[in-house]
């Protein structure tokens, strides 16, 4: 019987709020700009015909309380906090109407990026993977099962760096809402438990440093604190 040659890598898991139990993350989709005052900051014309995506390695996801290395070669190390989806069924063409039953529960994440090298692609239309799939990019607190958090509507989001304010919107101010961005994506992927989404990040987005410590809270789904250290 043949073996492994080395050990593949395990799935990283998420707490869940009020179990002993964890979940394995599959796989990371994040939106991109879902909501418009964060569209526009990034120069953005605000567009409303389909949401669009992008990818992160599982591996990328980290716990909270975690220090994230300042990523190297970027001079423009950007936080964007967003409201996390754990996909706790298999959803394949759902429907809008049947999507949020599909969903384990909610968390709060971090999608950091490398600014300068994402702009610097996205201007010569190449992919963008640099500047978002970096290790150590997707910090996510513990879980909130669905029954604890209820549907998304109207929490409020936000997220302090060092103590000051930099974000705060609520989450009906997205363009797609978590069912209308599970329904499009079930088109697409074959969804299963333990993936994960990130939802988009409202305005506010800015430069990080060592040192720095960011922490975000979502209303009913707690909160997210990470701490940058120097790169490594
Ligand atoms: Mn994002």
Known sequence: MSKLIFPAAPAPT????????????????????????HAREMGQQVERDEPFYFTKANETVVPTDSVVPYAQGTENFHYEFELVVVMGAPAHNVSVADALSKVFGYACGLDMTRRDLQLKKRAKQLPWDIG???????????????????APAKQKIEMRQNGVTRQSSDLSFMIWSVAEIISHLSTLYHLRPGDVILSGTPAGVGPCKPGDVLEGT?????SLKVTIGQPV
């Open 14 to 37: 998420l707490p869940i709020v009020g179990s002993d139990d964890r979940i394995p993350v599959q796989r990371v989709f994040c939106v991109g700009r879902n909501y418009e005052e």
């Open 218 to 222: 979502i209303e009913g789904a707690g």
């Open 132 to 150: 978002k799939d970096i290790e150590s990019s997707a910090p996510i607190s513990a879980v909130y099962p669905a029954a604890k958090f209820g």
